[in-house]
């Protein structure tokens, strides 16, 4: 599979949460985990598409420690996330839209980038943005 066959997955993911995010969570080019965003179902402000699929797998895996996953998102990780994400190791990130499209789209964020989350820990990730950008705009029209 490529990387936009992993982010349309997000895609589709994303249309079954509370809000147009999903998640997909990706190691050796397989699919180990896939989430949405239940804030409200769960009634659990951090019930993100990330939170729920890293919360998923290292529940199942019975280990904190994700470096060697990939994790795509239909949208950039908030702080929240982003930081998770720097907890977990997480060794990538590729998004669909950024915190500043999001915001342009009034879509509630804090306006801190996961790249500035990033560079003021101690891991290195790497941050990719803008894959499937035009499709993943569509899930907020």
Same mark, same amino acid.
């Given at each position: 599979?490529?990387? +936009?066959?992993?982010? %349309? &997955?997000?895609?589709?993911?994303? /249309? /079954?949460?509370d809000a147009?995010?999903?998640a997909? *969570?990706v190691k050796?080019?397989?699919i180990?985990a896939?989430?949405?965003?239940t804030v409200?179902?769960n009634?659990? $402000?951090?019930?993100?598409a ?5 919360? /998923?797998l290292?529940?199942q895996?019975k280990?904190?420690?994700?470096a060697?996953y990939?994790i ?5 990780? @908030? $702080?929240? @996330?982003?930081?998770v994400c720097?907890w977990a190791?997480?060794?990538e990130? &590729?998004?669909a *839209?950024?915190i500043?499209?999001l915001? %342009?789209?009034?879509q ?6 996961c790249?500035?989350? &990033?560079? %003021?820990?101690?891991?290195?990730? /790497?941050?990719? =943005?803008?894959l499937? =950008? +035009? +499709? @993943?705009?569509?899930?907020? =029209?």
């Amino acid at each position: 599979m490529t990387a +936009e066959d992993f982010m %349309r &997955i997000a895609l589709e993911e994303a /249309k /079954k949460g509370d809000a147009p995010y999903g998640a997909v *969570i990706v190691k050796d080019n397989e699919i180990v985990a896939i989430a949405h965003n239940t804030v409200q179902q769960n009634s659990d $402000p951090s019930a993100h598409a990330e939170m729920n699929a890293i919360r /998923k797998l290292t529940s199942q895996i019975k280990n904190p420690s994700l470096a060697g996953y990939i994790i795509y998102t239909t949208g950039e990780p @908030c $702080p929240m @996330c982003a930081t998770v994400c720097v907890w977990a190791g997480i060794s990538e990130i &590729i998004c669909a *839209i950024s915190i500043e499209d999001l915001i %342009r789209l009034n879509q509630s964020q804090i306006d801190i980038s996961c790249d500035e989350v &990033i560079a %003021r820990s101690f891991r290195d990730i /790497k941050v990719t =943005k803008g894959l499937l =950008k +035009e +499709e @993943c705009l569509e899930l907020f =029209k």
